[in-house]
């Protein structure tokens, strides 16, 4: 059974940066797909950036393309969102959540686990 547990949430100002981490016990990316979702207040959840593991693709919603990077360590079994140039409008609650496939947008499709979430706060 698979277990989904993120970290590295937090408070951060403007500009800033903070990277996130997601443990996840019992799974292969291999033939599946591992990502990120996002959910603002009062805002419906969005995908944000996904990885593929068929052919290790990694996509991602445009309004973080360039200042979020997606990767995975296979030996550590751990997904992790580098997150830079950080603005008000990414403050969510961010999960991670595994599926049968990534979408160009950065979305997970077919999702099957969720982890709990992580609060990333960004304000001055």
């Known amino acids: 059974q698979v277990q989904l547990v993120e970290s590295g949430g937090g408070l951060v100002q403007p500009g800033g940066s903070l990277r996130l981490s997601c443990s996840a016990s019992g799974f292969t990316l291999e033939y599946h797909a591992i990502g990120w979702f996002r959910q603002a207040p009062g805002k419906e959840r969005e995908g944000v950036a996904c990885?593929?593991?068929?052919?290790?693709?990694?996509n991602y919603v445009d309004s973080v393309k360039g200042r979020f990077t997606i990767s995975w360590d296979n030996a550590k079994n751990t997904m992790y969102l580098q997150m830079n140039s950080l603005k008000s409008d990414d403050t969510a609650v961010y999960s991670c959540?595994?599926?049968?496939?990534?979408?160009?947008?950065?979305?997970?499709?077919?999702?099957?686990?969720w982890g709990r979430g992580s609060l990333v706060t960004v304000s001055s």
């Open positions: 959540a595994t599926g049968w496939f990534c979408s160009g947008y950065g979305s997970v499709g077919g999702e099957d686990y």
């Open positions: 990885i593929s593991g068929n052919d290790g693709v990694k």
